[in-house]
């Protein structure tokens, strides 16, 4: 997997972002000179394939609070979320599925699902009647059972790609 720097990120920032060891970072990116990195530059991730090889891409629309599971060019389901409330604004922008942690509990409900940006990810909730608001403090909240479905179709890796 290779992430393209953006502006403001440090390769400390990145390895967070991917939930991998900064030490882990640096050895797959031999040469790269830790405190300076430029946007644009291209640094390898260990441990994700290339969203390329994976025929599944997420596509969530924040307007219309739903999740669109593709495969290709296929439409496979469209399931409808609960996305970030005011001042808590759900992040736009190209991610993928780093991990994912079964049955984290509390307002995560059944599955959370994490997206390469730190402290956020696709979930379950305890709270149905929720998802179709903006109500979440910046995650995709779904029902437990399509989340649940959601995982078992995607591999870590995945293109999730959120618009307004």
């Known amino acids: 997997?290779?992430?393209?720097?953006?502006?403001?990120?440090?390769?400390f920032s990145i390895s967070e972002?991917?939930?991998?060891?900064?030490?882990?970072?640096?050895?797959?990116?031999?040469?790269?000179?830790?405190n300076m990195i430029i946007v644009g530059q291209r640094i390898r991730i260990p441990g994700l394939p290339s969203p390329d090889t994976i025929p599944y891409t997420i596509h969530i629309s924040l307007n219309n609070r739903t999740l669109t599971l593709m495969d290709l060019d296929t439409i496979l389901k469209v399931y409808p979320v609960g996305v970030g409330r005011m001042l808590h604004e759900t992040p736009?922008?190209?991610f993928i599925i780093v991990n994912r942690a079964p049955n984290p509990g509390g307002p995560f409900g059944t599955m959370w699902l994490s997206l390469s940006k730190k402290s956020y990810g696709i979930h379950g909730t305890n709270d149905p009647a929720s998802i179709g608001h903006y109500v979440s403090l910046g995650c995709i909240r779904m029902f437990n059972e399509d989340v649940e479905e959601l995982a078992q179709i995607v591999p870590n890796g995945t293109a999730v790609f959120?618009?307004?």
């Open 162 to 164: 959120i618009r307004p």
């Open 17 to 34: 972002d991917y939930r991998v060891l900064l030490s882990a970072l640096i050895a797959a990116n031999p040469g790269i000179d830790p």
């Open 1 to 11: 997997m290779i992430h393209t720097v953006r502006m403001g990120e440090t390769l």
């Open 92 to 94: 736009v922008g190209d």
